[in-house]
């Protein structure tokens, strides 16, 4: 079975500020992971992912995550925020290897940014 | 760029009604999901299809649940009798075996009144 934990179901920084979204993980198997962006009223859009190759992952808009094996963890981080960043963002595991991506979602983080 | 196309985009219901929700995936994907999410809520999995059948369920896909590849290129979700608390939005998504991730549409936001 898998699981994501996000802490923090809102969190709010000021523009210009570095943005730390968390995500612990559990898995029975070696797991990809996702984070996701939504913007209200849209779909979901991928952001970065981990497939187990590089630890640290860079993905679109300036975010990147860090695989943390020891602690369970695939925190997100980008280091100054804008204002376009305001969204809720989810992270997601699926199991790594053959090709059905059922994805487990963590609840979400709603960021906001501060002028 | 290909990409996964749901239809409607909105649909309102009536509580008691069946609903069809379409998908269709990117051409070459062999593997199919729905996912649900109730407003302000996670995203869940219902459902997973490869080689016209059901690989996946989740607790949520009960019996109203049904779906269904009826051509080469659709994939739909049939809801037989819509409750109220049906009312979210539905992703549709898809893959091929050599991605490393499954491809999302915009999602079906459904109303059940």
């Known amino acids: 079975a898998q699981s994501v934990t996000q802490l923090g179901s809102h969190v709010s920084v000021s523009e210009g500020a570095l943005v730390l979204l968390r995500c612990n993980y559990s898995s029975s198997v070696p797991p990809y992971l996702f984070w996701y962006v939504q913007y209200p009223n849209q779909g979901l859009q991928l952001l970065l992912k981990y497939t187990s190759a590089a630890t640290l992952v860079k993905g679109i808009n300036g975010f990147e995550a860090e695989f943390k094996k020891s602690e369970t963890s695939f925190h997100l981080t980008k280091p100054s925020a804008h204002m376009s960043d305001a969204a809720e963002y989810f992270c997601?595991?699926?199991?790594?290897?053959?090709?059905?991506?059922?994805?487990?979602f963590g609840k979400g983080t709603l960021l906001t940014v501060n002028p | 760029e290909p990409e996964v196309t749901q239809t409607p985009s909105h649909q309102v219901t009536q509580m008691g009604q069946e609903v069809i929700l379409r998908c269709v995936p990117i051409s070459n994907h062999l593997y199919f999901y729905w996912y649900r999410q109730i407003l302000g809520q996670k995203v869940e999995f219902l459902v997973s299809?490869?080689?016209?059948?059901?690989?996946?369920k989740s607790e949520i896909f009960d019996d109203q649940f049904s779906v269904e590849r009826p051509d080469g290129s659709n994939f739909t979700l049939k809801i037989r009798s819509t409750k109220l608390e049906d009312s979210a939005m539905y992703f549709c998504?898809?893959?091929?075996?050599?991605?490393?991730?499954?491809?999302f549409g915009q999602g079906t936001r459904l109303t059940v009144v």
């Open positions: 997601a595991v699926s199991r790594s290897g053959g090709s059905n991506y059922k994805l487990t």
């Open positions: 998504a898809s893959n091929n075996p050599r991605d490393t991730e499954a491809f």
């Open positions: 299809f490869y080689n016209n059948e059901i690989s996946e």
